[in-house]
C-alpha cells in the first residue's frame, strides 16, 4: 500500500502565496506521475497540475503562470508552489500519486486533502 500524507494548507489574502507537499510511503518501488487535484464546493475534482517522472508538467489554464508543481524523488515528495492566489483558488486540494508497488503492482493514491481559503 502507499501512503500520503499532505501538508501547507491554510488561510490567506488574495494575492498571498501557498506551498503545498505531499509526502508518499510504503511500498513503493517507483512513481510515475504525481499531481494535485481541487474541488471546490458544488464543483467536480478537476486537475490543477501534474508531473511525470521525468518532470514534464501540466497545468490547468486557470493555473497557468502562478501554480508551480515540483518534485523530490529521493523524498517521494511532490509540492505545488500557488503565488497570486485568488478567492476562485478555494478548494480542497487533493495530492494524487501513480506508483508501482514492491510486487509491480500498480496503485493509484489519493491523499487526505488539504483546505485551501483565500479570502478577498
Known amino acids: 500500500q502507499v501512503q500520503l500524507v499532505e501538508s501547507g494548507g491554510g488561510l490567506v489574502q488574495a494575492g498571498g502565496s501557498l506551498r503545498l507537499s505531499c509526502a508518499a510511503s510504503g511500498s513503493i518501488y517507483s512513481i510515475n506521475a504525481m499531481g494535485w487535484y481541487r474541488q471546490a464546493p458544488g464543483n467536480q475534482r478537476e486537475l490543477v497540475a501534474s508531473?511525470?517522472?521525468?518532470?514534464?508538467?501540466n497545468y490547468a489554464d486557470s493555473v497557468k503562470g502562478r501554480f508551480t508543481i515540483s518534485r523530490d524523488n529521493a523524498k517521494n515528495t511532490v509540492y505545488l508552489q500557488m503565488n497570486s492566489l485568488k478567492p476562485e483558488d478555494t478548494a480542497i486540494y487533493y495530492c494524487n500519486v501513480d506508483a508501482i508497488q514492491y510486487d509491480l503492482r500498480r496503485l493509484t493514491s489519493w491523499g487526505q486533502g488539504t483546505q485551501v481559503t483565500v479570502s478577498s
Open positions: 508531473i511525470t517522472s521525468r518532470g514534464s508538467t
